[in-house]
């Protein structure tokens, strides 16, 4: 298996939204000849979402599968290649590293940029399900400003809910607050924030039953499950803020991460704790999570990996050499 179906590359880009495409326009440009494997959903999460009017240089806005298409015809004018497949496990114990994909062909990478962004989490609900795009949404920053002076509903209750229920409420009529249970996880000075909102309406106990709408959201029905009682919000949009999982399961072995499986950078680069190995957009930042962000930190990816190989030629590191944690927060 490792015969011919062996390929070795200078530098591996593992994941397709803005960070991936953008550390591949910009080793491309620098010679490395980056190989990209586009992953489970290639466009990442911006594919998912309709109209995206915050990415600067679009000044008329974009439909977000346009502009990641417009991304990857960039990258592959540029000379990266671009490939479909799935990293599906990783050896990082020595360079050159080891990637394989779809549990088969097996890449030599002598650096290894990683981009495999996040996915948020979803109730689970058939509506939700059918309207997502039409009304529903995983992001108040990237949609909020369809429902300008309307009623939305958002279900979650830690800092993400928080956060994007007061953007909301400097947008919205109302916004009504589904928490599931009587307390929230946010922190103090964000729950504070909320209880001083005048138009955020908390739901406590509260379980979200449906969504209403066929080609747009109406309303969403709720239920108390204190008392068993029922009851539908006339709402236009839907927001799920339930938080996300990082897609790092397969560098769980290998690279620090917080508990909840962001992979840990060195503050202010997108270096890990294994030298040569990069991590760059939404896998390693559940901050801000937005497409210009992940596409400069795939910039920054980029030219780290860059510096890293070209001081590799000049002076070869051992295999083994590790990033000191204690830099890394
Ligand atoms: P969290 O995991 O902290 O919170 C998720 C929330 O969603 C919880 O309130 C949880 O409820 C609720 N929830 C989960 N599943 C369901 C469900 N099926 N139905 C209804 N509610 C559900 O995720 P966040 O994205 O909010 O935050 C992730 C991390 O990022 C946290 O550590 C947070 O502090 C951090 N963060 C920091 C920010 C900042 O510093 N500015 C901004 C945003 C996030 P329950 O409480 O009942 O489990």
């Known amino acids: 298996m490792e015969n011919k179906s062996t390929e070795r590359v200078h530098c591996l880009i593992i994941g397709s939204g803005p960070a991936g495409y953008s550390a591949a326009i910009y080793t491309a440009r620098a010679n490395l000849k980056p190989l990209l494997y586009q992953g489970i959903q290639p466009g990442g ?22 502009m990641m298409v417009d991304f990857e015809k960039q990258a592959a004018r540029m000379g990266a290649e671009i490939r479909y497949g799935i990293a599906t496990k ?21 650096s290894v940029i990683i981009a495999t962004g996040a996915t948020a989490k979803w109730l689970g609900l058939p509506s939700e399900e059918k309207l997502n795009g039409y009304g529903v949404s995983a992001c108040a920053v990237c949609d909020g400003f369809f429902f300008r002076g309307k009623e939305v509903a958002i279900v979650g209750a830690g800092d993400t809910a928080a956060e994007e229920a007061l953007y909301l409420s400097k947008l919205c009529m109302n916004v009504h607050m589904l928490i599931r249970r009587d307390q929230m996880r946010a922190s103090q000075i964000m729950q504070q924030r909320i209880r ?17 709408g066929d080609n747009k959201v109406h309303g969403v029905r709720i239920k108390n499950t204190k008392d068993g009682k029922t009851e539908t919000i006339p709402i236009s949009g839907f927001f799920v803020a339930i ?14 991460m917080d508990e909840t499986g962001y992979i840990k950078t060195v503050p202010g680069t997108s270096k890990t704790n294994i030298e040569g190995v990069f991590a760059a957009g939404d896998v390693q930042d559940k901050i801000y999570r937005q497409a210009v962000t992940a596409a400069g930190s795939g910039c920054m990816a980029a030219l780290d990996a860059e510096r890293w190989l070209s001081l590799q030629e000049k002076v070869p590191a051992s295999a083994e050499q590790q990033i000191d944690l204690a830099v890394i927060k």
């Open 196 to 212: 001083e909102a005048s138009n955020i309406k908390i739901y406590w106990n509260t379980e979200v039953e449906e969504i209403i």
């Open 243 to 256: 938080g996300h999982e990082p897609n790092s399961g397969i560098f769980k072995e290998w690279l620090t």
């Open 45 to 66: 999460q911006l594919t998912i979402t309709t109209e995206v009017e915050n990415y600067p240089g679009y000044p008329n806005g974009v439909q977000g599968p346009e």
């Open 90 to 110: 990783v050896d990082f114990s020595k360079r050159p590293f080891k990637v394989w994909i779809d549990d088969e062909k097996l890449i030599e990478a002598d």
